[in-house]
């Protein structure tokens, strides 16, 4: 059984950081792109950072600079340390899964999908 659990969400001020962690169980992912994803009240999930196989990243223009997307050499866990955090940062991250080797950027395109970790930054 695929699993995929992602934890280290919370409350924090804006201006400061949490790391997100994506525990990946029930398959071998070494060659999994593993994304993170955010989905804000009344909005569409929208892509934040993906890492492919070969250890390239890539950030959504809106992240790009204060989140860093990284892997464990197990490739069993991904972690987003997300720093300057900014109110509208505030969503539900969600990490993901897809057997494709490159970078995609839409949603529907992953296959395994984790319930998610609740991030709120106040003002």
């Known amino acids: 059984q695929v699993q995929l659990v992602e934890s280290g969400g919370g409350l924090v001020q804006a201006g400061g950081s949490l790391r997100l962690s994506c525990a990946a169980s029930g398959r071998t992912f070494s060659t999994y792109t593993m994304g993170w994803f955010r989905q804000a009240p009344g909005k569409e999930r929208e892509f934040v950072s993906a890492?492919?196989?070969?250890?390239?990243?890539h950030y959504a223009d809106s992240v790009k600079g204060r989140f860093t997307i990284s892997r464990d050499n197990a490739q069993t866990t991904v972690y987003l340390q997300m720093n300057s955090l900014k109110p509208e940062d505030t969503a539900v991250y969600y990490c993901a899964a897809g057997n494709f080797g490159t970078v995609r950027r839409d949603a529907r395109d992953y296959d395994y999908w984790g319930q998610g970790t609740q991030v709120t930054v106040s003002s």
């Open positions: 890492i492919i196989w070969s250890g390239s990243t």
